[in-house]
């Protein structure tokens, strides 16, 4: 079975940085990142493969990295910068050839 596993979430104020990890159960092609706010679709924040492509969502270009550990199969998120609309739950997703996986979120809210 797959397991994705997301933890750092919590209370942020603006300006101030936190890192989200993901574990994965075994090893993937690609991990990303995403967030879903009440009403809206997921949006992709960032993605990670294998061979080393990186891609970024336009609204976190500058303050995010995201970052991967093959050997611990985990995705790291650093968010700086942050600012009250990057309050959302912010999921981890993997994928290989065939399949993709996610995990159940962790909470980020960005308030003074």
């Known amino acids: 079975q797959v397991q994705l596993v997301e933890s750092g979430g919590g209370l942020v104020q603006p300006g101030g940085s936190l890192r989200l990890s993901c574990t994965a159960s075994?090893?993937?092609?690609?991990m990303r990142w995403h967030r879903q706010t009440p009403g809206n679709a997921r949006e992709l924040v960032a993605a990670?493969?294998?061979?080393?492509?990186?891609n970024y969502g336009d609204s976190v270009k500058g303050r995010f990295t995201i970052s991967r550990n093959n050997a611990k199969n985990t995705t790291y998120l650093q968010m700086n910068s942050l600012r009250p609309e990057d309050t959302a739950v912010y999921y981890c997703?993997?994928?290989?050839?065939?399949?993709?996986?996610w995990g159940q979120g962790t909470q980020v809210t960005v308030s003074s």
């Open positions: 997703s993997a994928g290989d050839w065939l399949n993709s996986y």
């Open positions: 990670y493969n294998y061979a080393g492509n990186i």
């Open positions: 075994r090893a993937f092609d690609v």
